[in-house]
């Protein structure tokens, strides 16, 4: 039972930029949720989908902005990189019809701004 | 605004003693509390979690309180082991109950648990 996959592993891009980040739910899960860990904090919600929509979203510009297909994988559009960027991108999944379950995480993407 | 506070750094403790992990939240709407564990170049691991109907739950080693009034959680370890030595992470959030799923998860800062042979 795959769990959450997200590609790529690592990536360098340099300021002005465009990136796009991809993530694949673990099997059975419908939702997902994107995260920027930056060094030495906590993970800090970017942006859910579910049913191919935004749901929710945190406190992070317009240049961040998603997408979700219809067998709910997902991706990451970071328009205009700025050196703050760099970070580690998680992607997380969950199920939208199940109270009191986790979301479960991928290994992210490191994405470094030069 | 920190919603979510972990406000020790690092903890150690020796191998087969008990580990408590501290965390407070500010925000009273919160009410499913989960911890996380991360170890380096790997997304965090779900630990455990509990809901604001419960004031306690246990799995295996792991055990969650919940206090409510004082907006505080804690997460016992016994015994250590020294595999649990990482990087663990409260979160919070907000239980969707029309359609069910929850909000977005905040997180504290972590707590990095070192545990000593």
């Known amino acids: 039972d795959a769990g959450v996959t997200q590609s790529p592993t690592h990536l360098i891009k340099t300021r002005g930029q465009q990136v796009t980040l991809r993530c694949s739910p673990k099997s059975g899960h419908d939702t997902v949720s994107w995260y920027q860990q930056a060094l030495g904090q906590g993970p800090q919600f970017i942006f859910q989908?579910?049913?191919?929509?935004?749901?929710q979203r945190g406190n992070f510009p317009d240049r961040f902005s998603g997408h979700q297909f219809p067998n709910y994988s997902s991706e990451l559009n970071v328009n205009a990189l700025l050196l703050g960027d760099s970070a580690l991108y998680l992607c997380?999944?969950?199920?939208?019809?199940?109270?009191?379950?986790?979301?479960?995480f991928g290994d992210g993407t490191r994405l470094s701004i030069l | 605004d920190q919603q979510v506070k972990q406000n020790s750094p690092s903890l150690s403790v020796q191998e087969g003693r008990i580990s408590i992990l501290n965390c407070d939240y500010t925000n009273s709407m919160f009410d499913y509390f989960l911890w996380y564990k991360k170890y380096p170049a790997e997304g965090p691991t779900f630990l455990i979690s509990i809901s604001s109907i419960k004031d306690k739950n246990e799995d295996g080693r792991f055990t969650v309180f919940l206090n409510k009034s004082a907006k505080h959680l804690s997460l016992h370890i016994v015994p250590s082991q020294p595999g649990d030595s990482a990087v663990y992470f409260c979160a919070a959030t907000k239980i969707m109950y029309s359609g069910g799923g929850a909000d977005g998860l905040t997180f504290g800062k972590g707590t990095h648990l070192i545990i000593q042979p």
């Open positions: 989908y579910y049913e191919e929509e935004e749901r």
């Open positions: 997380a999944s969950s199920m939208a019809g199940a109270k009191n379950q986790p979301q479960h």
